[in-house]
């Protein structure tokens, strides 16, 4: 990994003649991602950001905290004890900078040693899991993370839109696999990143994903075809 992100993010803060990110993926065209967009404060996030933020509480874990706009709010406004985590070490490194407490560069499904009260997955959040073959894999390790009562709040995109319909209102979609299983690929200053595996989700898959994986969860809210989720383990009885 070139860590393209990060580098990005990096050249933003140091104010070292940085650009706009570019991104696609295998069913849309090329993209602009303004490096700004990764540093907004919360007024600028959008509904489910800020709701999710507003839920939040008790020690907190950020995964995929890129710049770590989302952690600081909630070290800084909210007072919480958080961890920002992200697989970039130069994302990582600009967190601290910001003045974030801990931050860790690290893969989640190597995290450990510690449980959280909440933890966040934001900015298409289910994107990590890369592949419905693979979350039963990270439900686990989320599942390991969390306290008995805790939370887990993240978000989706149902990308079923993007496909064409015929006269009759059906779908145009892939034949093989779910239509939610995408490869995203980042460009920036004329280079590019290998392409990485990355997970929209409708929330009916991923509630019957949590739900195999020892979770209860509920929608907590909808914008247009994106939504913010909540999972809770389950309780034995």
């Known amino acids: 990994m070139k860590d393209l992100m990060g580098k990005a993010i ?8 940085p650009r706009d990110l570019q991104t696609e993926t295998s069913i849309s065209e090329l993209d602009e991602l303004p490096v700004a967009y990764l540093f907004r404060d919360f007024e600028e996030m959008n509904e489910i950001e800020q709701k999710a933020l507003e839920l939040s509480h008790g020690k907190v874990l950020d995964i995929g905290a ?3 706009s989302h952690s600081l709010y909630l070290q800084n406004e909210k007072k919480l004890d958080v961890t ?6 130069k994302s990582i490194e600009v967190c601290k900078l910001r003045g974030i407490k801990k931050a860790v ?5 190597q995290f ?4 959280f009260d909440t933890i966040l997955l934001l900015m298409n959040g289910t994107g990590i899991f890369q592949s419905l073959q693979a979350i039963d894999i990270y439900l686990k390790k989320l599942h390991s ?7 887990i709040l993240i978000d989706s995109t149902d990308i079923l839109y993007m496909f064409d319909r015929d006269e009759d209102g059906g779908v145009y979609i892939p034949a ?8 995203y690929i980042i460009h920036y200053k004329g280079e590019s990143e290998v392409p990485i595996k990355w997970l929209y ?3 009916n898959t991923l509630k019957n994903a949590a739900e195999n994986n020892g979770f209860k969860i509920e929608k907590l809210l909808k914008v247009e075809d994106a939504y913010l989720a909540r999972m809770k383990k389950l309780i034995k009885e």
Do not use: C, K, V
């Not at 450990?112 to 449980?115: A, I, N, P, R, Y």
């Open 10 to 17: 990096w050249e933003y803060y140091h104010q070292e003649n």
């Open 66 to 68: 890129g710049a770590g």
């Open 84 to 89: 920002a985590l992200d697989i970039s070490p």
């Open 105 to 109: 560069a690290e893969n989640m499904l």
């Open 112 to 115: 450990s040693g510690e449980t």
């Open 145 to 151: 993370l969390l306290n008995e009562n805790g939370q």
């Open 176 to 183: 093989e696999g779910y239509y939610g299983e995408l490869d």
């Open 201 to 203: 989700l409708d929330f």
